[in-house]
């Protein structure tokens, strides 16, 4: 594995506007990891690519610690998880919690 070329962190991109400052990126927002783990995700299985599924598990993992209310983002977690390593215990504990966050959803069912 190589390193990357350059890594950013607690990047926050602002726009002066003439209502105010535009907030146009900002690493504590779920919704911008969650979005970064699809397009690893997505890419990562296309690509058969394990490094990109990490980054999309460690992105959805971000996701769900700055918004822990969101079952999309641990089921994705989850579905970056078994593209990685099959079902584990660890797995199967978020997708109860996921469960227990949206009990609207059809039962789970392993085969």
Same mark, same amino acid.
């Not at 070329?5 to 105010?20: A, D, K």
């Given at each position: 594995?190589?390193?990357p070329?350059?890594?950013?962190r607690h990047?926050?991109?602002?726009?002066?506007?003439?209502?105010?400052?535009?907030l146009?990126l900002?690493d504590?927002?779920?919704?911008?990891?969650?979005?970064?783990?699809?397009?690893?995700?997505?890419?990562g299985?296309?690509?058969d +690519?394990?490094?990109?599924l990490?980054?999309?598990q460690? %992105?959805?993992?971000? @996701?769900? *610690?700055i #918004?822990?209310?969101?079952?999309?983002t641990m089921y994705?977690?989850?579905e970056?998880g078994?593209?990685?390593?099959?079902m +584990?215990?660890?797995?199967?504990?978020?997708?109860?919690? %996921?469960?227990?966050? @949206?009990? *609207?959803? #059809?039962?789970?069912?392993?085969?």
């Amino acid at each position: 594995m190589t390193a990357p070329l350059l890594e950013v962190r607690h990047l926050r991109v602002e726009f002066p506007s003439r209502r105010g400052t535009l907030l146009a990126l900002d690493d504590k927002n779920a919704d911008i990891h969650h979005l970064s783990g699809l397009c690893d995700l997505r890419n990562g299985r296309k690509l058969d +690519d394990k490094e990109m599924l990490q980054r999309a598990q460690n %992105a959805f993992g971000r @996701a769900h *610690q700055i #918004d822990d209310t969101r079952p999309q983002t641990m089921y994705r977690y989850v579905e970056s998880g078994l593209a990685l390593t099959g079902m +584990d215990e660890h797995l199967l504990d978020v997708l109860v919690g %996921a469960y227990l966050l @949206a009990p *609207q959803v #059809d039962p789970i069912a392993l085969t």
